[in-house]
């Protein structure tokens, strides 16, 4: 399980695990990574294991998931990006999504879940049993807001007169730990100059 809050890099995370994990780089002992975004409508309308696996050639989606089935999940990683984001009657009615989860579909199959913490303690409370760790995003340090702006404004004087800047403007200083609002307020200072 990862929480973190809005706009401080689940999303971004779940992207790279399955980006290193199609290089090579990590966890090669799953035979598959599966990113299931819980905000798309495809897999929010999800009834059964096919259907969680959309794709736009169905023959392939259907001849993978047999063999997924056929395997009870083992070697597979599911990421359930966003589940804060599906709607409440699928998080705690009966769902294909908990169906998973309980291990009544996919019991040998990997699960790790990004929410917000809306989420998590229901996830906590009702899945203590299954979750093997829970980890929160926190963000970036102070070095990497530093590292940031220089990766974005490569003019030194405008990043001194930027960090200045967020001197004067404490609140908005604060603001620069989450990676997503870094990244506008430096864009709109650095579109400014």
């Not at 989606?61 to 709607?87: C, F, K, Q, T």
């Not at 309980?102 to 998590?120: E, F, G």
């Not at 989450?178 to 307020?185: F, T």
Request: one cysteine or more; glycine letters at 6%; charged letters at 25%.
């Amino acid at each position: 399980l990862v929480e973190g809050a809005p706009g401080i890099g689940k999303t971004t995370f779940a992207w790279e695990v399955c980006r290193k994990w199609a290089s090579g780089e990590i966890l090669q002992e799953y035979g598959l990574v599966v990113l299931l975004r819980l905000r798309d409508k495809h897999v929010r309308e999800a009834e059964t294991v096919f259907n969680l696996f959309y794709h736009t050639n169905p023959e392939l989606s259907n001849a993978v998931v047999r063999e997924i089935l056929n395997h009870e999940g083992e070697s597979v990683l599911l990421l359930y990006e966003g589940y804060d984001e599906l709607p409440r009657k699928l998080q705690e009615q009966q769902s294909i999504f908990l169906d998973v989860l309980h291990k009544k579909d996919l019991p040998r199959a990997t699960i790790l879940i990004t929410s917000r913490p809306s989420a998590t303690g229901y996830l906590c409370w009702e899945f203590k049993e299954q979750i093997s760790q829970h980890i929160e995003i926190l963000g970036f340090t102070k070095d990497d807001i530093i590292s940031y702006v220089h990766d974005v404004i490569e003019d030194e004087q405008v990043c001194k007169d930027f960090f200045q800047y967020l001197k004067c403007y404490p609140y908005i200083g604060g603001m620069m730990y989450v990676p997503l609002n870094a990244m506008i307020v430096t864009e709109v200072y650095k579109d400014s100059q």
